[in-house]
């Protein structure tokens, strides 16, 4: 018998969680109710319960620290935690220390009965498990074939690949499925959460949670396969009529069990996106084209929606009318003067243009996007802005399934384009400066040499013509009349510092004419070197 403890401080729910369940039906038995976080620790280092069903926060210890301090005792303690709050840092910490399960209150008699058979699944026998495992490798070994779910994933990289089988036999003994119905359709769901949230252990939990509602909510169809790709799960149906009769309502009770993780997971938006029915196997890669195009509708239908391909809008529109010859010609003058605000304002028109547009699509919203990306960085490489194109523009279109407004990806899309070319300035202008730093420290070190621009020239590795106008752009004033400033300066200090002569401080900051040196120091500070000598020394 596995060994339960319950810790609540609401004793009622203690109690309501002993009646919720049969416990010797399912091979367990209480050992111990705990109304708070010490209490609860006690009968853990008495009983050493295999389970341990537990609040969040609790007086004494909250259920984070229980299961911290259990687990030191005890590493294979199996937590569940059952919260009225719907606090993300609590439920993103209990998903990292490795609970089995975080349950929501009301506490449901199937969700905890589910979890603790998921449990109990887990604790069988090693022994039965490793001959289970055995046989399952001998069987795939021998008749090569896949799992489930790598239908879809082949699907995935190749949609024709259903049409290559004759038979349904052929693609059931090929994939391990089952089907044998007449009909065919895709589900997708999507789930977005802010980038803070979206690590890597949230995102599997999340994902895991939607399979499992899945695999619950279409229980009654002749066959599903179910597989997770890149941050999406697919679902493929197989039912007969009578099974897709109450798709809808499914469908309704699925979107409203998303939506109750937002309890959890307060920035989460899911996407649901459906593909037509079809009515022979060998169409099924059709269905990958519909939800991937059905997904793209989260645009222009937005957050939490439900998007049925056989629904969204056909229209026949052209790139053109919103791109058009003057509206290049504008961006590609914007990017030659890096006119960024000219940019911005250009694209917000744009965008407000297909926002209110009738028989606007998410697919065609994606071409005019794309088709901006590709004028955009054309226009930087012909007027020799260089750039890693190929990435960069990838990395940019990649960003467009995470939107669901057309606002928000021609928003995004502007910020890019702004950002690149502030970049790209920014370390031209890093570059351009370099040869005029080096010449700076090299006139500090050396203000007491005869400098010529050929000089300098050598020194920054550029002709002395183009040395002289980039040093007057960069600094503002002239190679001679920075030098001469270096002169000066350190002048002044010998003649505060030291008791040299007028004469030899002259040659010492590198000026060999004493008129000449007078006549700068008194321009440079509106008195002769003696009578400066005079007033500061």
């Given at each position: ?61 909250d259920g984070l620290e229980l299961i911290k301090n259990a687990k030191e005792l005890k590493e294979d303690i199996c937590f569940i935690i059952i919260s009225g709050y719907s606090q993300f840092d609590y439920a993103k910490r209990a998903i990292q220390y490795g609970v089995s399960d975080y349950i929501l209150k ?199 929606s439900v998007i049925d391909y056989s629904k969204i809008s056909k229209g026949n529109l052209s790139c053109d009318a919103f791109v058009d010859a003057s509206f290049r010609k504008e961006l590609m003058l914007n990017i030659e003067t890096f006119n960024t605000e000219g940019i911005q304002e250009l694209i917000q ?189």
């Amino acid at each position: 018998m596995l060994k339960v403890l319950i810790a609540d401080d609401e004793i009622k729910v203690c109690r309501l969680i002993q009646c919720l369940i049969d416990w010797k039906s399912l091979g367990m038995e209480i050992v111990g109710v705990a109304d708070d976080g010490m209490n609860a620790y006690q009968i853990i280092q008495k009983e050493l319960p295999d389970i341990v069903i537990t609040d969040i926060r609790m007086p004494g210890y909250d259920g984070l620290e229980l299961i911290k301090n259990a687990k030191e005792l005890k590493e294979d303690i199996c937590f569940i935690i059952i919260s009225g709050y719907s606090q993300f840092d609590y439920a993103k910490r209990a998903i990292q220390y490795g609970v089995s399960d975080y349950i929501l209150k009301p506490i449901r008699k199937k969700e905890l009965e589910h979890t603790l058979k998921t449990i109990l699944m887990k604790k069988n026998d090693k022994e039965i498990q490793v001959l289970e495992k055995e046989a399952i490798i001998t069987q795939l070994s021998s008749t090569e074939r896949k799992l489930k779910g790598h239908l879809i994933n082949e699907l995935l990289l190749a949609p024709g690949k259903s049409a290559d089988f004759s038979t349904m036999d052929e693609l059931n003994q090929e994939y391990c499925t089952d089907f044998h119905a007449p009909y065919f359709q895709l589900v997708c769901i999507q789930p977005i959460m802010g980038k803070e949230y979206s690590n890597i252990p949230v995102s599997n939990f999340l994902l895991a949670k939607i399979k499992d509602l899945l695999s619950e909510s279409f229980s009654s169809f002749c066959e599903i396969s179910i597989a997770t790709v890149d941050g999406q799960v697919f679902c493929l149906l197989n039912g007969n009529e009578k099974d897709f009769q109450n798709l809808k309502r499914t469908i309704k009770k699925i979107k409203n069990s998303l939506l109750t993780l937002r309890d959890v997971f307060p920035d989460l938006n899911t996407i649901i996106a459906l593909s037509s029915m079809k009515n022979h196997f060998q169409e099924i890669g059709e269905c990958i084209y519909e939800v991937r195009d059905a997904m793209l509708e989260k645009i222009i239908y937005g957050s939490n929606s439900v998007i049925d391909y056989s629904k969204i809008s056909k229209g026949n529109l052209s790139c053109d009318a919103f791109v058009d010859a003057s509206f290049r010609k504008e961006l590609m003058l914007n990017i030659e003067t890096f006119n960024t605000e000219g940019i911005q304002e250009l694209i917000q028109q744009l965008s407000q243009r297909l926002a209110s547009a009738p028989g606007i699509s998410g697919k065609f919203t994606y071409l005019i996007f794309k088709d901006l990306v590709d004028t955009y960085f054309y226009g930087t490489k012909h007027f020799g802005i260089q750039a890693d194109k190929e990435q960069l523009q990838e990395q940019i279109l990649e960003n467009f399934s995470d939107f669901c407004s057309v606002e928000e990806a021609f928003r995004f899309l502007s910020k890019e384009f702004i950002r690149f070319l502030k970049e790209w300035q920014d370390k031209k202008q890093n570059q351009d400066s370099k040869p005029i730093r080096t010449a700076k420290q090299y006139m500090h070190e050396h203000y007491y040499e005869p400098l010529t621009l050929e000089i300098l020239g050598e020194v920054t590795e550029l002709n002395p013509s183009y040395f002289s106008s980039l040093f007057k752009k960069e600094t503002g004033t002239s190679f001679i009349e920075y030098l001469t400033d270096i002169r000066i300066q350190n002048a002044k200090q010998l003649l505060i510092t030291t008791s040299y002569g007028i004469i030899d401080i002259s040659e010492e900051v590198g000026i060999n004419n004493l008129k000449y040196f007078t006549k700068l120091f008194k321009k440079a500070t509106g008195l002769t070197p003696t009578d400066y000598r005079k007033l500061f020394s």
